[in-house]
């Protein structure tokens, strides 16, 4: 491949190095025990280089990689990702949620980052290539369940000077993860201090590149080791609210001035958040399923309009969206000492049960995307 | 080793793989000649394990890593660094300049990305140790060349649950770079846009950490498509001055309240900048031998100020200090499409010969550490 990344054209054909086998229940308990992300067999890898393009993409053992010391990517940070999940369905198929959206992002990130920009369309045949080859065998009989996704890009190249990468490589890999989107209790925030800022306008807060979790890792410690599960990232002295740990953040509340129930959530073009998929989704289905019953509203608000709100009596819900905590309830709130309280509420159980029915193909829906079993051809 | 860091004890010995051989000029200029970073034959190895602790150091040849696809340092971007380089005397000694401050800064940058503290002083005697072995086949009757060493660390945990790295891993590499710090004509400067910001008050700015350097390449690479060397990295609507690319930036200037001549520099105190050893060493320097001839103001100053005293004809000086470029005089800045042109002056001269007067041993002085060859017994 040299101009564009392509895949699927069969004149090329699969390396295939392992071939599928039977995985045993016990493989499987092993695996789940483990406090290691535990990987499914296979991977797909694809290089790249400055001036040869894409290589053929190759579905291979998963297995270690090998990269020099002085790899970009192990210095700079020249590395971006995506997380996405395959759903087990009630009817035995295996789907994708809005695949396109994840592989399209992936491009926005890879530039952001100075690596490569993949074609998104070829970038969600290798993720479904993939999942084709191992979702069965781990997800067969587990309606219900999910397996978790990891396209990511990587700077490949030998040079220590700080320059855009020469060589990089992509690999896709798909694991078994704790099922995180069950808090018991829903999940608890304390905000970030005033010293500790995960993004800024005219940074990179809205790609998924790897310099905005490794520098967020010290606060997530103070956070957990005070008892929270994740961090509300404020922005800016009045306290802006921005995302609550990896996930998108959304309160329902009702308005002071006219007293009308409003689901809100950060604006995306300050460039600070990032563009969740799930986020989308949630305000997508709330003005279609909600209509007029609710003011759905991207806009700034700080962490002093929720305690207020919650003072008054109008806070009524707040949950999380994102891939890896899909919807969680957020039931408690510390803000430098003081907490509030919050019950879950119907939004909170609305968008999760709309987005299940459509993850688990109990409605049809065009944002699932259903992947058919597969056995490559060994090339 | 378990708790602490620790080399140098000889009943563990180093293992190391392949002996020292004279390395022909050949090899050398072929080295010179690539556009990947050439790295000597060895390279320190040090894993870290959060229930084992550290393991025994090895000086090893030089090769590739072997990380899992699923390893925190590709996706989250867990990995810190230092830069420093070893210089070849006149005398034909090889020396270190003050590798205490890079050894205290990488344990101050491990901090800040969740990555495990090295003990300073045992990560300066790997440091030597590496330099002792590699050092004099690289830079004999090569006065007044020098070495690039590159300590670095990276999370390889399997787990991409965010965060801390549950096992790290420590390497030191010894490269020869091209060398940066004789920029013809000096520096040219383009600021950065009103939308891309390097480093922000409560973020990571002051760290060597992976995550401050692979967002900045793409505006690199704009002022570089522009024909400039690097971009100053301005902060805020006021555009205040902080660094020069991966440098820290001094301007001389005549101050216009009182016309007393200044060296002024941005200051650590808001945490943007880095801490860096040259700057710190150039602030020493200019405070003992300028005496009172020259006010030495570590304070924030914007780029309007800049422009203005050139339109007043009170700038005289401004120059980058850092490993990678040294004392290198900055002759152009431009800033919204706006040209200012500065020439050296004695300042910069100066630093840079008293440096090298250090670093070379021309003078003795304490911040130069003497490094003696040896060949390690293999274990």
Sequence with gaps: MSEALRCGDSSRGWRMLSPPQTLSDRTKSAAYASRDTVCTDHMVVV???????????????????SLYPTAS????????????????????NLRLFRPSLNAR????????ISLPVPEASELEKLIIALIAVDGPRWLAGRPGS??????????????????APRQALLFITMSYMAPLHTVPGGMHLLTSSADTVRAWPGGF?????GANYGPSIPALQTAQRAGFHQVLWLYGSEGICTEAGGSNLFFVW????????????????????????TRQSCLELARERYGRDLVISERSYTINDVFKASDEGRLEECFSAGTAYFICPITRIQHRGVDIAISPGDVTTNMRNWLEDIQCGRIAHDWAVIVKPSTPSSG
Tied chains: 1, 2.
């Design 146 to 163: 999910w397996m978790y996704l990891r396209p990511a890009m990587i700077g490949t190249h030998q040079q220590l000077g700080v320059a």
């Design 254 to 277: 009702q308005r002071p001035q006219d007293g009308k129930r409003e689901l809100i959530t950060a604006p995306l073009d300050d460039n600070i958040i990032l563009d969740g998929i």
């Design 105 to 112: 992002r992936m491009g926005l990130s890879a530039g952001r």
């Design 205 to 209: 807060g809205y790609a998924k590149v």
């Design 47 to 65: 290089s790249w280089d400055d001036e040869t393009g894409w290589s053929d993409p190759e579905l291979t053992a998963y297995g270690p990689l």
């Design 73 to 92: 990517c192990l210095h700079y940070a020249t590395e971006c990702f995506e997380g996405m999940k395959v759903y087990a369905g009630d009817d035995g």
